[in-house]
């Protein structure tokens, strides 16, 4: 910032920037003490000190950083040095790689002091992308009649410049083959195809698009589409398998949305900060599920590997996916340094990663917040009834114990009697002495257990002195064992104790501060400490209740167990994300240990004047503030993005295509003026993204023939003017679902948890526990699901989804590469899937059909939505007669027959 | 074969549809070589090695035990000089534990190796061991990461996948990057994934038994339902009818790359399989990796970590020399699933144990790549993601070590029979020119005819490299 534009800013800035200012030598100096200096003292001194300054140099005598400043030239060759490698020398202890940056970057910044370049931000914004789109005037054309539909006008008015003719409309079957993949991803059936042949009515085009956009399966295209950008996955991807719980209902919340046609601005809003709005105020589901968005994304490994460095690693992963995915801007290289090519300075990012600083992705209870609170409530107090229930146990079974600790002498006289017999082999029935005794089983049988472990409490050591040469001796006569009279005193003299302590007890629990003495060892190891012989777990206390207590105790669990009945439904949960918001200061070079100045919280400044999103008045950048000003109707990028990505999947070719720049160094829009005004339309029919695609495919562009023409092959061989439909191959998932629709083996239902991940589902080459994590997949032909509801791991990537260019989950995909190898060629000819869905076809037209050739045009107009011509028809004749069935466990001549079509590109392309 | 030859002399009847007349007709069907994502490219400048075979000592060797002698350990035993308390590593470290292994000087370089390595000794002139390495930290997954990928955390591609996206594969038979091993080591796919790159460029794991069945090592590569006549017969149909598509919508690249790559599919399927049959291999060949022979069952046991098979170590080495014959830019080899040495404890017992496993064959992958003139274009990395403490962990174990420790090149253009850079007296931290692994991957992109500076993929709006902003060429171990 130079000191005229200083001079211009506002009160606010101003102060701001002074305040900074007066920080800054206490800082640097600060900084040059603690961090510089000693790495020169480390790695320089040696050699540039006072007394040896070899070449002339003495580091030594920059003691202060007052001192540094008056030599900037001398700090730049230092700095030169160090970039180069040549100090220090080779052979002397080096500063590891992070030091040399650290010093590096220091030296550079003290060469150059004046060196950081502003930014011209008038001129910035005159760059297309950050100028508000508008409406722009119909282009006058020519060909008066061929337009359909507003944007028919552009695309003419470009081609007519060009002196290039559109070719000639698609057939109807290759219109609704290709309108039914782009907008559900499943072919037309035979039904649909020969009604819409049929249909001579001029909206017979528009009813199939509407039927289109209202199927269920039209979010699960579309939705995946968002899931690429979203990065979505089923697990958390690092060292180890580390499932997201419920990551699923993300992945459902965009479908639903999509088809429910939820308006974009609010689409974005909720996944930023659905948490922190009030609408829908009804399902809590659609407010708050979107947040996976955010909590779903990758986090990194702590530890010993650097917390702060893995903390800004994820939020440059929100930040990224954010800006790429939804501003078509790339802002995450300012992390580090300020933007090579766009206006984003590197405090642009930290003043926007605000937003996200401080925030938890954890997980989320789906429910309004008095919904959640009645649950913990609910949940709070089932605990506290437990407890209570507890609780009345265990005072019940002390007052029981303490009943009969009167009796001790009782207890073990009879105890040691049953001891003693059985020593001698004879009958010792413990139920038959307590009832004669009227001692309480439970208790003598405690006792019982204490003499035969051998190990007794305090209180009884020299009660046992005595009971054990006593047993030795003890004479019996007829069943009855003698007590001897040594062993009757002792047992007298600890009934004395016992009783003592007793009274001792009652006068302590008598005192107001009864807790101040604890009861005595006596009480204590026979009575109250866990395991002693007058004691009792819950479940016995409750079989030794009688009469009242036991009464209480039953209604007291009675209630417990009506009060779980009412037990409030609980929400769903989910990977989520909540708080965030915090100020940060710049990480200098993406150091998140190396602060620099603060950055004020807040949009990107090349877009906050256009939102007018006046953040610097407050320290506080929220995720809805974030939100607000993505789809703030004046940000110029937000709709243009979208609408563009939609056209892009229309056409194969985005109006700019890069979709996920919209910078200096993306492409250039092919149709600008085209782009702002569909941009603004879309805008003023409420964020529609249903009117958008029947704005598009309602078009005659979209109604274009795929043929080639080589006049305008010539002119325009990429067909940026869309003189023709350029065929495309269909992606993964429509592909394999295509496939099953064909084969008849496609399971349509919706939405739910993504494969089962514990099935073990498909073996992977040799590769234990890995298949059992995965669960069925994408070439599991037992899985006629469709392929969005395939399990998506990070960790454990499924290696036949890859093949077919399904992108890395670990990052947002701005789209799907199209690659061509030999691997997925051996999937089409040898997979147990492709081979099924081949069984599949040969079924279905084995019985409807039962010529020959009857047959065979059931099967084109199955897999390719057509008739077969003369020609196809000879040659798939010839080949059903001349190949042969191999025998048991082979193919069928049907079936390789059905196989070569579904391996076939007229099926593997759309045109 | 070209797509033409194939439905020439496959195709019968082809004529009597009159199909021959239209591909008379056709100038796209079979001309362009492959020039798809793996159509091999330029390197930025002549390159001395054409392929990098990385054996993958997980867990972490120790240095002072193995290829970085320090006989001062000895004199100094059990005592706790500052240079090595004030290192922090991830356990706390008591005194000074010199090395039980002798180290002998060997070959005409006089190299310095311990007994650990007979067989490989026997090397030396050929070996260039850095003592000097370093890493940024001493955890398993993020050292891992670095040492695949050039990261800590898992968001960039591995080495393997950025040289096929610099250079392309030289077989369009067989995937260009592939990963050996006995199961799923640390940190598992995500050691070998292509992330931001194209999917394509990713490792292919193939880890495979002691008996198993060479046309299943790829998956799909064996048709189960069709004999190899019928399966001909009904791809010919299958490019027939491509062909009358064609015919219909025009001749679009896509089309006829899609019909080019049936075809190398349908070669692949005898080809692959015949890479992975070491039966082909001599009596004497499968005995000098040790897959046969007195040794051969030998099955390294560690406490507390997986065992390492000898045979199939050895039977890995065998398998790597036949892929990079075959033009396989990188093959890995992993030592055993998990994290075999990490020796927190009984690090004695555990290193002379898992050297038995692993010296002979390496040694054979080193002879035999001689012996065939292979060596020289083809860069052989010895190594895991960090060292080892000098000082012991409880009564006889040793820490990790991410300050200074020891890997080996061989072939490809490195200088044999040298040690380059240094540890300090103690072995612990690399005090003379420290190679960090930056600096590695840099020179072995440099080796492979790559500038680490511009092998770059664009990818959220910046240039991303294997280097990230670091990395310098080791030019001192160059030949």
């Not at chain 1, 001129?123 to 409406?135: E, G, S, V």
């Not at chain 1, 979010?219 to 089923?234: Q, T």
């Not at chain 1, 919706?750 to 080459?765: A, F, M, R, Y």
């Not at chain 1, 045009?857 to 001349?882: M, Q, V």
Request: aromatic share 8%.
């Amino acid at each position: 910032m130079n000191i005229c534009q200083l001079a211009l800013a506002g009160i606010f800035l101003t102060s701001m920037v002074t305040s900074l200012r007066a920080q800054a030598p206490a800082k640097d100096s600060e900084f040059f003490t603690q961090n510089i200096q000693p790495l020169l003292r480390e790695y320089c001194l040696k050699c540039h000190s006072a007394e040896k300054h070899k070449g002339d140099i003495d580091l030594e005598s920059f003691s202060s950083v007052d001192q540094v400043k008056k030599n900037p030239k001398l700090w730049l060759t230092v700095a030169e040095q160090l970039g180069h490698n040549e100090m220090p020398p080779k052979e002397k202890p080096q500063p590891t790689a992070a030091q040399r940056a650290q010093l590096l970057e220091w030296a550079t910044h003290q060469g150059r002091p004046a060196a950081a370049k502003a930014i011209d931000w008038d001129h910035a914004r005159t760059y297309w992308a950050f100028q508000p789109p508008l409406i722009q005037p119909r282009p006058k054309i020519k060909d008066a009649h061929w337009p359909k539909r507003e944007l028919d006008y552009f695309i003419r008015a470009a081609q007519e410049k060009q002196g290039l003719k559109p070719g000639p409309a698609a057939a109807r079957s290759t219109w609704i083959r290709r309108a039914t993949f782009d907008l559900i991803g499943l072919p037309p059936t035979l039904e649909e195809i020969d009604a819409f042949e049929r249909d001579t009515q001029p909206d017979a085009f528009a009813r199939v698009i509407d039927r289109l956009l209202a199927s269920p399966h039209y979010g699960e295209r579309w939705g995946r589409f968002w899931l690429d950008l979203a990065r979505y996955a089923d697990d958390e991807g690092v060292s180890f398998l580390t499932p997201s719980p419920n990551a699923y209902l993300y992945r459902d919340w965009v479908i639903q949305a999509l088809n429910r046609d939820l308006p974009y601005d609010q689409f974005i809003r909720l996944q930023l900060a659905g948490d922190e709005i009030t609408e829908p105020t009804n399902d809590w589901f659609e407010r708050l599920g979107g947040l996976g968005f955010q909590g779903l994304g990758p986090q990194f490994r702590k530890g010993a590997a650097g917390e702060a460095k893995a903390k800004a690693d994820e939020l440059e992963d929100r930040i990224d996916t954010l800006s790429r995915g939804v501003l078509g801007v790339t802002i995450s290289c300012a992390r580090c340094h300020d933007h090579k090519f766009d206006p984003i300075p590197t405090r642009d990012y930290y003043s926007l990663a605000a937003a996200y600083n401080g925030a938890a992705w954890s997980p989320r209870l789906f429910a309004s917040p008095e919904a959640i609170a009645a649950l913990k409530k609910w949940e709070a107090e089932l605990a506290e009834r437990k407890a209570r229930l507890k609780q009345f146990a265990a005072s019940e079974s002390q007052r029981l114990g303490s009943i009969e600790l009167t009796r001790v002498d009782a207890y073990l006289i009879s105890a040691w009697k049953l001891q003693v017999l059985k020593s001698r082999g004879q009958p010792a029935d413990p139920i038959a002495a307590a009832q004669r005794e009227k001692l309480t089983p439970h208790f003598l049988n405690q006792w019982i257990q204490l003499l035969a472990g051998g190990k007794a409490p305090a209180p009884l050591k020299e009660w046992l002195v005595i009971a054990d040469p006593s047993a030795k001796s003890a004479v019996v006569k007829d069943g009855a064992v003698e007590v001897p009279v040594a062993l009757l005193a002792q047992t007298e003299k600890l009934k004395a104790t016992v009783a003592a302590a007793r009274l001792e007890e009652e006068h302590r629990k008598s005192q107001p501060d009864k807790k101040a003495t604890p009861a005595s060892a006596v009480i204590q190891e026979l009575l109250t400490n866990p395991g002693v012989p007058f004691g009792a777990g819950e479940k016995e206390a409750v079989a030794l209740l009688s009469g009242e207590p036991q009464k209480q105790y039953r209604q007291l669990l009675q209630a417990l167990e009506q009060f779980e009945k009412m037990a409030p439904p609980t929400p769903l949960q989910s990977p989520s994300v909540s708080g965030g918001g915090q100020p940060m200061n710049v990480f200098v070079r993406g150091n998140p240990e190396k602060l620099g100045e603060p950055a004020p919280p807040g949009f990107l400044k090349i877009l906050s004047e256009r939102t007018a999103t006046k953040v610097e008045t407050r320290n506080q950048f929220s995720r809805l503030d974030l939100a607000n000003a993505i789809v703030n109707p004046k940000n110029p990028l937000t709709a243009r993005v979208i609408v563009n990505r939609v056209w892009h999947y229309h056409f194969g070719r985005g109006i700019v295509a890069s979709l996920g720049n919209f910078g200096h160094l993306g492409d250039r829009p092919t149709h600008p003026a085209l782009l702002d005004t569909l941009s603004v339309r879309f805008m003023e029919s409420g964020w529609s993204l249903k009117w958008l695609h029947r704005e598009i495919m309602l078009s005659a562009t979209y109604r274009l023939g795929g043929v080639m023409e080589t006049r305008n092959l010539a002119a325009d061989p990429d067909n940026h003017l869309l003189w023709r439909m350029t065929p495309r191959r269909l992606d993964l998932e429509a592909w394999r679902d295509g496939m099953l629709a064909v084969a008849g083996r496609l399971d349509p239902r919706l939405g739910g948890p993504s494969l089962d991940p514990k099935n073990p589902g498909v073996k992977q080459d040799g590769l234990p526990g890995y298949s059992s994590m995965i669960g069925p997949h994408a070439d599991d032909p037992a899985q006629g699901r469709r392929t969005v509801y395939c399990i998506i791991s990070r960790y454990a990537p499924n290696p036949t989804m890859g093949l077919f260019d399904f992108p890395e989950p670990n990052v947002a995909s701005d789209r799907r590469t199209v690659t061509t190898i030999p691997q997925q060629q051996l999937f089409v000819l040898n997979s147990q899937f492709v081979h099924t869905m081949a069984k599949g076809l040969a079924a279905r037209i084995e019985q409807p059909a039962t010529s020959e050739e009857d047959r065979l045009r059931l099967a084109w107009r199955l897999a390719y939505g057509r008739l077969p011509d003369a020609r196809e028809t000879k040659l798939a004749l010839l080949f059903l007669r001349s190949a042969g069935d191999g025998g048991t466990g082979q193919l069928t001549v049907w079936e390789q027959f059905c196989h070569s079509l579904l391996a076939s590109n007229e099926f593997t392309f759309i045109n | 074969m070209s797509l033409r030859e194939a439905l020439a002399r496959c195709g019968h009847g082809v004529g009597m549809l009159g199909l021959a007349g239209l591909l008379g007709t056709e100038s796209h069907a079979g001309t362009a070589a492959s020039g798809g994502p793996l159509a091999l490219k330029p390197p930025h400048f002549p390159a001395k090695a054409k392929r990098v075979i990385h054996l993958w000592m997980n867990g972490a060797p120790s240095q002072v035990d193995t290829f970085d002698p320090k006989p001062l350990l000895a004199k100094y035993a059990g005592q706790r000089p500052e240079a090595t308390t004030t290192l922090t590593t991830e356990n706390n470290t008591g005194g000074l534990m010199p090395s039980p292994f002798a180290f002998k000087k060997h070959g005409q370089s006089g190299l310095e190796i311990s007994e650990l390595f007979p067989n490989v000794a026997r090397f030396a002139d050929d070996l260039c061991v850095i003592r000097s390495m370093q890493t940024d930290v001493p955890v398993h997954e993020s050292s891992n990461w670095m040492m695949f990928t050039g990261s800590i955390q898992p968001n960039r591609p591995s080495y393997g996948s950025w040289l096929l996206y610099g250079l392309g594969n030289e077989n369009d038979n067989l995937p260009g990057f592939i990963v050996l091993g006995e199961g799923l080591p640390v940190n598992g796919p995500s050691n070998w994934s292509s992330r931001f790159l194209p999917g394509i460029y990713q490792g292919s794991q193939v880890t495979l038994p002691r008996v198993y069945q060479p046309q299943e090592v790829i998956p799909h590569l064996h048709n189960e339902h069709l004999s190899s006549a019928n399966q001909r017969r009904a791809l010919d149909f299958t490019q027939q009818l491509n062909q009358l598509h064609k015919d219909r919508w025009g001749s679009e690249n896509a089309f006829n790359t899609r019909m080019q790559s049936l075809e190398l599919a349908f070669r692949m399927q005898t080809s692959a399989a015949e890479a992975f049959d070491v039966s082909q291999e001599s009596e004497s060949i499968r005995e000098l990796y040790g897959l046969t022979g007195p040794d051969s069952n030998f099955v390294a046991t560690i406490p507390g970590q997986s065992t390492v098979d000898r045979a199939l170590f050895g039977r890995n080495c065998l398998l790597a020399r036949r892929l990079v014959e075959r033009g396989v830019r990188v093959v890995q080899i992993y030592c055993g699933k998990g994290q075999p040495w990490d020796t927190h404890s009984q690090n004695t017992d555990g290193h002379r144990s898992l050297a038995r496993a692993v010296d002979q064959p390496i040694a054979a992958l080193l002879q035999d790549l001689k012996q065939r003139g292979l060596l020289d274009e083809t860069l052989v990395l010895w190594g895991g993601e960090f060292g080892r403490t000098p000082t012991t962990q409880g009564a006889d174990g040793r820490d990790h070590n991410h300050y200074g420790f020891s890997v080996w090149l061989a072939g490809g253009g490195v200088k044999g029979g040298m040690a380059y850079g240094a540890t300090d007296q103690w072995g612990f931290r690399a005090t003379e020119n420290p190679v960090h692994v930056h600096d590695l991957h840099a020179t072995m992109l440099h080796l492979m005819g790559l500038d680490h500076k511009r092998l770059t993929f664009r990818h959220g709006g910046r240039d991303y490299r294997l280097t990230d902003v670091q990395g310098e060429v080791v030019k001192g171990i160059l030949a």
